[in-house]
Antibody
């Protein structure tokens, strides 16, 4: 079964750091780009960051650029998001999502999603 | 990057059709044929319903269809069923800006 399982969320004070993880199974992880998408409580979806299959291409939303770092370990079938200088507006459910297309043939869509890990930034 | 504009709500009776619009700019929706649509039930993760404007992933009913004209994309749900009641989000590739999602539309089956 294709599955993504996020972990690492929790309550953190403003200005502090948190590292999210996403464990992938059921597919060849190093064939696919991966992304983080977040959803604030009662709000819509927001793309946060993405990384290509070989980590050669990385992108960030303007709202997190310079504070968040995405990475992956293909040997461990894992995706990460290092979040520094956290703000109240970063409070959200963070989803890990898989790109539908393979390697150099993306479809620019997210076909598999995890259940999310909640990050709450508050003093 | 501003969110794509969707109507807050849409509704229809069972068996009817509902169409949701998604308006962006020439830097996202109008510039690429990489519009996708997601269905999200309360408390659940989003589910991919349409990709590359009009293609359906395996397992998605053909009641769901997508199209695009200029800077506006649309999702049509034909033959509405109770289980189609959910939030729907469009998304577009936006080049160097990554991806942008729509504001979301709540579909109600009357």
């Amino acid at each position: 079964e294709v599955q993504l399982v996020e972990s690492g969320g929790g309550l953190v004070q403003p200005g502090r750091s948190l590292r999210l993880s996403c464990a992938a199974s059921g597919f060849t992880f190093d064939d696919y780009a991966m992304h983080w998408v977040r959803q604030a409580p009662g709000k819509g979806l927001e793309w946060v960051s993405g990384i290509s299959w070989n980590s050669g291409s990385i992108g960030y939303a303007d709202s997190v650029k310079g504070r968040f770092t995405i990475s992956r370990d293909n040997a461990k079938n894992s995706l990460y998001l290092q979040m520094n200088s956290l703000r109240a507006e970063d409070t959200a459910l963070y989803y890990c999502a898989k790109e539908k297309g393979i390697r150099r043939a993306p479809f620019w869509a997210f076909d598999i999603w995890g259940q999310g890990t909640m990050v709450t930034v508050s003093s | 990057q501003s969110a794509l504009t969707q109507p807050p709500s849409a509704s229809g009776s069972p068996g009817q059709s509902v169409t949701i619009s998604c308006t962006g700019t020439s830097s996202d929706v109008g510039g690429y044929n990489y519009v996708s649509w997601y269905q999200q039930h309360p408390g659940k993760a989003p589910k991919l319903m349409i990709y590359e404007v009009s293609k359906r992933p395996s397992g998605v009913p053909d009641r769901f269809s997508g199209s695009k004209s200029g800077n506006t994309a649309s999702l049509t749900v034909s033959g509405l069923q109770a289980e189609d009641e959910a939030d729907y989000y469009c998304s577009s590739y936006a080049g160097s800006k990554g991806y942008v999602f729509g504001t979301g539309t709540k579909v109600t089956v009357l």
